[in-house]
């Protein structure tokens, strides 16, 4: 499959959260390159998703661990980072929270 489309596909089920969306980003995140561009590009998804979504904890908490292994597989050079390597990522790597008081 050409890699841009398959970028925008995985943008849109970032963006749409289907059913069991959250296991293939992770795989996608697997597969790509460690200092690519798609990898920089789905992690910023991925943030600007953890920051305005509205979204249950349970979504929140795979976003920000999709965001925390994006974030390890760039700077720990691990291709499929662990749950060790993940947690090496701090929580001050994710962006803060945009709510608003209903």
Do not use: C
């Not at 398959?6 to 390159?33: C, F, M, Q």
């Not at 292994?69 to 001050?92: C, E, F, T």
């Amino acid at each position: 499959m050409n890699p841009i489309l398959k970028h925008e596909i995985a943008l849109l089920v970032i963006t749409s959260r289907p059913k069991n969306w959250h296991s293939e980003i992770d795989k996608y995140i697997t597969g790509l390159p460690k200092d690519s561009f798609f990898l920089y590009d789905t992690v910023n998804a991925l943030r600007a998703q953890y920051r305005y979504a509205f979204v249950d904890e349970n979504q929140l908490r795979k976003i920000a661990l999709l965001i925390k292994k994006g974030l390890a597989k760039h700077h720990l050079n691990v291709n499929n980072p662990g749950s060790a390597q993940i947690r090496q990522i701090s929580n001050d790597a994710l962006p803060k929270r945009e709510e608003e008081d209903v």
